[in-house]
């Protein structure tokens, strides 16, 4: 079920894995019916969380129905990540330059969460589960993918894969931060986010060792992480 | 003894084949539908005593495993807020997996209400499911007990059991069995409640080329060797086999449960040890 798949690094567009992900084969009665209790489940999270015997439940199922999803909550989870990621599509940018709009597209991922409220955390320690990080990283894969490709850069060259690394750890970071965040509009999660924009793009700049700022960030986010965990 | 009672059901069988045009297979042999329905009953009543053993000795414990997760992955019992549920475990045979059911029910959801039906077409099969329950908490005299109850019935017809009644239907390694598969899935669709879930633990189809050869070998030389050598029973094993390797594989047996009325989650089934067994599920939708 779970791709373990070290390859986070692929490109792929998240419009082909949104495409992909929960295309049930149409029965006789022609309903997406693993779609619809998806559909469902977003609707209910802000109320129910991740649980999805609320959606089925609303929609006149079986409690057992939800066991068609493999990984349950997790599931959910997935479907909620590939939304949000097509989503800021429709963010209207401001900046001019790519950095700026990195950054704004950033923001209102970030943003988005809010509607989680207390069931963000869940999401986060779900997401750093090992039995779920191959899964977890190719949807923060996706997101970074859309963010480059919505800010305009084309480029490929050899700072390619750091360059979406480092944004990577960055959102992985800010996010994790955001569970403990109690400022009004999470203003501290978009500062904490802006010093680590503002330090990576100094390092690029100055075209300082980029994979020394890569590293540091992976240890940084790692321990973030393990303390969420634990 | 055992021999001789197969081989006069086959000469039985021969004859009804010529009688009528409506054929099935046993195996590969080619029998009318009436006669596959006693034939497979003998195959069950012959091995019913020994058939856990023979299981463990065939698949090297393997099946074990594959239950476990066939369980756990379909994660039944009542959830929060939610009614009790009906669970249907149909050729239930030895209760296997129903017993697995109520355990993980109780241990993961803390469930002790839930209502477990058992049933099968062999009374023999179902007697050792019986037999079996009276050594568990779930004892005929016991409070559990009543939860659990057992009844002799083809998975074609089940006539016992009301429409939309059920929340889950389990098969595990008795599909292959049925002489009319799609009946038996439009069956299933009755039963089962709008969200009702029909998951079917089956042999399936082995995709790698080099592994399904080296287990085509193994299940049709060595397996009914096996049944000869422990239970002196060599026809019904390879009975067994032939049954496995006639049965559809993964996405056509997937493509039956969806022409049957259910929906899938993407493909519809997950492969176990590289598809030597299957897992399939479907969830009924709103009629
Ligand atoms: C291999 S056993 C499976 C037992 C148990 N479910 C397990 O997983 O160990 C197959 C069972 O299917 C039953 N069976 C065969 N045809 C059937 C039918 N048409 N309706 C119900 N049960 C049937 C047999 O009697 C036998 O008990």
Redesign the interface.
């Known amino acids: 079920?779970i791709r373990a798949s070290p390859r986070f690094f692929t490109v792929r567009t998240v419009q082909a894995s949104l495409r992909s992900y929960?295309?049930?084969?149409?029965?006789?009665?022609e309903?997406?019916?693993?779609r619809q209790i998806l559909e469902r489940g977003l609707q209910l999270l802000p109320e129910h969380g991740w649980d999805l015997?609320?959606a089925?439940?609303s929609?006149?199922?079986?409690?057992?129905?939800?066991?068609?999803?493999?990984n349950?909550k997790f599931d959910l989870l997935q479907f909620y990540l590939q939304k949000q990621t097509a989503k800021l599509a429709s963010v209207q940018l401001k900046s001019s330059t790519p950095d700026g709009c990195v950054r704004e597209l950033v923001h209102a991922r970030l943003l988005a969460n809010a509607e989680l409220g207390p069931y963000l955390g869940e999401a986060v320690s779900m997401l750093m589960s090992p039995k779920y990080l191959p899964y977890s990283l190719e949807q923060l894969h996706n997101l970074v993918d859309e963010i480059w490709f919505l800010a305009g850069d084309k480029g490929h060259d050899a700072t390619w894969y750091t360059r979406r690394g480092s944004l990577a750890m960055i959102y992985a970071a800010s996010e994790s931060f955001m569970t403990r965040d109690n400022s009004p509009n999470f203003k501290h999660t978009l500062s904490f986010c802006d010093r680590q924009l503002n330090a990576w793009s100094r390092f690029e700049a100055a075209e300082e060792s980029v994979s020394e700022w890569f590293k540091f960030n992976a240890i940084a986010a790692f321990n973030v992480a393990k303390s969420l965990t634990r | 003894m055992i021999f001789k009672q197969i081989r006069s059901v086959n000469a039985s069988a021969r004859l009804h084949s010529k009688l009528y045009s409506s054929t099935t297979h046993f195996g590969y042999r080619t029998v009318a539908q009436e006669e596959k329905e006693k034939l497979v009953r003998g195959v069950f009543s012959n091995v019913a005593e020994n058939y856990d053993y023979m299981n463990d000795a065939m698949s090297a414990g393997i099946h074990r495993l594959w239950k476990d997760h066939f369980v756990s992955k379909i994660d039944p019992g009542r959830r929060p807020g939610g009614n009790e549920l009906s669970f249907l475990d149909i050729a239930g045979g030895t209760g296997d997996i129903a017993y697995r059911i109520l355990e993980h029910a109780a241990k993961e959801h803390g469930d002790f209400e839930s209502k477990m039906i058992i049933s099968d077409i062999n009374p023999e099969m179902l007697g050792e499911g019986v037999k079996r329950f009276e050594n568990t908490k779930y004892h005929s005299k016991s409070r559990q007990g009543e939860r659990v109850s057992f009844k002799v019935q083809n998975a074609e017809v089940l006539d016992e059991i009301p429409d939309n009644s059920q929340d889950l239907y389990t098969v595990s390694f008795g599909i292959r069995n049925f002489t009319d598969i799609p009946k038996a899935l439009s069956t299933a669709h009755r039963v089962l409640k709008p969200g009702g879930v029909f998951a079917c633990l089956e042999f399936s189809k082995v995709t790698n080329p080099l592994l399904a050869q080296v287990y085509s070998t193994y299940s049709f030389n060595v397996i009914p060797l096996l049944g000869q050598v422990l239970v002196g029973d060599h026809d019904s094993y390879q009975y067994l086999v032939e049954s496995i390797d006639r049965f559809p594989d993964q996405e056509t047996f997937a493509q039956m449960i969806r022409d049957a009325g259910f929906a899938t989650n993407g493909a519809g089934y997950e492969n176990l040890t590289f598809g030597v067994a299957a897992i399939h599920t479907g969830v009924k939708p709103i009629v």
């Open positions: 079920m929960a295309t049930a084969h149409t029965s006789k009665s309903v997406d019916l693993p015997a609320p089925t439940r929609l006149g199922l079986s409690d057992q129905a939800a066991s068609i999803f493999p349950g």
